[in-house]
């Protein structure tokens, strides 16, 4: 019986244990990370909010001139069969399309490439552990690595140049920080290594609109703020306006809202997690239950 207890994988049209899993060495995805790819939740045996992500997925594709050969139905069933396969509950669960190898060895030509796509799950994915978030996270805002411009990488086609938010982790785990914030090169904050970020301030919120990917966990957050209550502005946040929020949080597919207790120096509600914020987080959870959005995965006997 294969072991799918780590994780499975869809690849080349089979679901494998994911340690079985692999691709070849002179891959675009490898040697330029060319990639494109999302992430989706499961949770509870079903997929949240499907539609949204394959929607962003199937945009990002576009975006980077890839040809997977499969179409919205056929990315579905991947995914289901492979979640249940692997028999995991709650999981992270991501898809990908890479730009492949040249069919003409050693073209430059990005079009003489041959794109796939293929899709791996693991246990639920939490980017800041449960207990650290519900205490709020401490977050280090760099003052080193700035976001890379969205002229440069486009931010709203979800990619692994992770060369920024690496170095801006390395700044903040040796500064004694959970993770990282960077910056913009006009004073603005943008977002950290897999999350958006919010500040309130009264009954407003605020969160970045650009130069940062749109994630479907700030969508929801932004659906779950106006349910509060709350108005929303989605514009550039000064980081001087950002310090003297009255709570700041975080949007993620990988463990919801998270509150931030501290940016650097800056402490907010006194160093805990925000009354708001964690309301917001508990919403958020509830509506990962609510049938509306899921997309229940049949796992059979
Ligand atoms: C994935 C990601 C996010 C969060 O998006 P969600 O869809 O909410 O998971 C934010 N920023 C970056 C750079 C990301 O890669």
Redesign the pocket.
């Known amino acids: 019986m294969p072991d799918f207890t780590k994780g499975a994988a869809w690849i080349r049209g089979e679901v494998v244990p994911i340690a079985e899993a692999s691709i070849g060495v002179t891959d675009w995805a490898v040697t330029h990370s060319d990639v494109t790819y999302d992430?989706v939740p499961v949770w509870d045996g079903g997929f949240f909010r499907l539609g949204d992500y394959l929607d962003r997925f199937e945009a990002s594709v576009a975006a980077c001139h890839m040809q997977i050969g499969m179409d919205r139905a056929a990315i579905t069933r991947a995914l289901s069969d492979m979640v249940a396969r692997s028999g995991l509950r709650r999981a992270y669960v991501a898809m990908v399309a890479a730009r492949g190898t040249p069919i003409i060895p050693g073209s430059r030509d990005p079009r003489d490439c041959a794109n796939h796509f293929y899709a791996w799950c693991v246990p639920y994915v939490h980017v800041v552990k449960p207990d650290v978030a519900e205490a709020g996270a401490r977050v280090w805002l760099s003052d080193e690595v700035r976001r890379i411009p969205a002229d440069s990488v486009n931010?709203l086609v979800?990619n692994y140049h992770w060369g920024d938010f690496t170095q801006g982790l390395f700044e903040a785990k040796e500064a004694g920080f959970e993770t990282v914030l960077l910056p913009d090169h006009a004073g603005n904050v943008t977002?950290g290594?897999?999350?958006?970020i919010f500040a309130l301030k009264g009954d407003r919120v605020v969160t970045p609109q650009d130069g940062?990917?749109h994630?479907?966990?700030?969508r929801t957050a932004i659906e779950l703020c106006a349910a509060e209550g709350l108005s929303i502005e989605t514009r550039a946040l000064p980081i001087s306006e950002l310090m003297q929020a009255d709570e700041v949080f975080l949007?993620?597919?990988?463990g919801g809202i998270i509150p931030v207790a501290q940016i650097g120096e800056r402490r907010f509600s006194n160093g805990a997690a925000g009354p708001v914020a964690l309301r917001l987080r508990a919403r958020y959870f509830a509506r990962l239950e609510a049938p509306d959005d899921r997309t229940e995965i049949e796992y059979g006997a």
């Open positions: 992430v931010p979800k977002e290594p897999g999350f958006n940062v990917l994630g479907i966990t700030r949007s993620t597919s990988g």
